[in-house]
Every structure is written in C-alpha cells, then in structure tokens.
C-alpha cells in the first residue's frame, strides 16, 4: 500500500505511440475533464454518454464514440466509469448487453464512481477470467477534476493498478492503494464524512463569530493564519455542495455494517439540509448564514 505521485506524462511524440486506449462511459462534471486531460496527453480515447452534446464535444477534442457499450468495451483496454449511482453502475457493467461481457483478458474496469463496496464486489464477481477491476474512487470535486488534479483513492491489486498507472497520472495529483478492492470506496466514504462535517462547523463557527458582532471576512482571514486553517476554509465560496445526501448516507450505512454509532454523519445530513450556495456567499460576505425571522 502507499502513494504514488505523479511522474512526468511522456512527450506527445511518445505518447501517441502507447497502445493502451482508455474508454471513458460517462462524460459529465467528472469525466469530461478525465477524457480531456487524457486526450490532451495523447492517450487514445473512447467515450460513451447517454448525452450527446457531451459525446459530441468530446469527439470535437479527439475522442472516438462508441456506439454502444459492448463497443466501448472491445476498443477499450481500460474503462473508467463515471456514472452517478451504484444502480447505474449495476446497469452498465452487468447483464447480457452491459460493459462486462465485451471486454477482453488483460484489460481493466475502473470503478470512479461513489459507490458502496459490495457493488464493487457484484462487479468484480461477474467480470470475466482475465478482467480486472479496481475501484478507484475520485477525491478533489470538480475544480480538481477540470484541474487534472484529482486524488485517487484505490482499492484492488496493487500490480494491476501499477500496470495501468501511466494512464492515471495525466488526470490525478496523487494515487494512493488502499488495500483489497472496496478499500477505495471506504475511504472516500471517510473524506466525505470530514468533509461535510468540516462545512457545517466552519460555517455554524463564522455565524456565531458574527452574531457577537465579529466580521466574518476578517475572522476567516485571521483563522486561515492559524490551527484551524482547512482548505474547507480557504474555498468554501468555490464549492458546490453537493451530494451531501448521499455522501453521508453511504458513510452510515459502512458504519451500520461494523456496528459503529457516527452521530457526525447525521449531524452533518441534518445541517446540510439547510445550506445552500447563496447562504454560504452571504455568509462569507459578511451576512447572515440563515437570516432571522423578519430581519
């Protein structure tokens, strides 16, 4: 287990030359960019979306389409997929007609998506002999994706991940192994719980600080100097806040499974609910986080 990061990407020259092509099924606010910094790179690349204006301008930067997914598998030696749930995971993986049954011995199955370890494991135990399959979970939201600066969380076979290496170091900052295939997935589960609950308490912190009559743009500046700083801190007013809901109920539904209480989570599911990016922007200048009845 350990970190790998990044080394230097080959000269376009060489990189054109690499036989390994990568399909990308799923072209949205994640794998878009993937697709783009390989295709900047010049790995080949092939791409399937159920969009498809995505798939269109996709092609536009070099990419071939798939027709279908049995398509994608056999042009593809490595398949990230980047779809939103573990049931559209299930969908395009498994059954006669899903990703599955057209890959070929040697070539691998990139789990990105957020999604629980069994369904990993469903995938796993229907690939067939010679396929592998890797979760490797993204950490680093959209701004890291369209950066090519993602943090890779991987579980499954170390010497299968160091095979196929070169073709995730044009879109990742740092890859780390976890450890057997659904250790990716735990431990994106783990920084998303930090991460929601980092956002509630800077923001209930900034409001309380206001309340007593404190600015909030000089306290979060004064905080950045000290040990609370976070990168949560520094760039709250770029995130999305998303998936929260299902960030956090994949992080209990782990904990259930090993009898652990995480009363955080749900503190955390509770707060989010009421948080939206317009009251985190009229915090962060200076307004209320949730303003008062008739105020």
Partial sequence: MGVLRRRR???RGEAESMETTVGVLGLGAMGFPVARHLLA?????????????????????????????????????????LVPT??????????????????????????????????????????PQGVDVLDTALTGGVRGAEAGEVNLLVGGDAEVLERIRPVLEPWTAAIHHLGALGAGQVGKAANNLVHWAQICAVTEALELARRFGVSVPVLRRALMDGPTDSRTLRELDQMRLTWHAKDLANAADLAHQVQLDIPIAETA???????????????????????????
């Fill in 41 to 81: 790179a010049g790995v080949p690349v092939v791409v399937r979306d159920v969009d498809p204006q995505r798939v269109a301008a996709a092609v536009a930067l070099g990419a071939r389409a798939a027709g279908s997914l049995a398509d994608l598998a056999r042009e593809s030696d490595v398949v990230t997929v």
């Fill in 269 to 295: 599911r509770e707060v989010m609910r009421g948080i939206a990016v317009a009251d985190v922007a009229r915090l962060l200048a200076g307004g209320s986080l949730h303003p008062l009845p008739g105020g």
């Fill in 9 to 11: 990407w080959p000269a």
């Fill in 86 to 127: 573990d049931d559209d995971v299930c969908a395009v993986c498994l059954g006669a007609e899903g990703l599955l049954g057209g890959l070929r011995a040697g070539s691998a199955v990139l789990l990105c998506s957020s999604v629980r370890p069994q369904t990993c494991e469903l995938v796993a135990a229907a690939a």
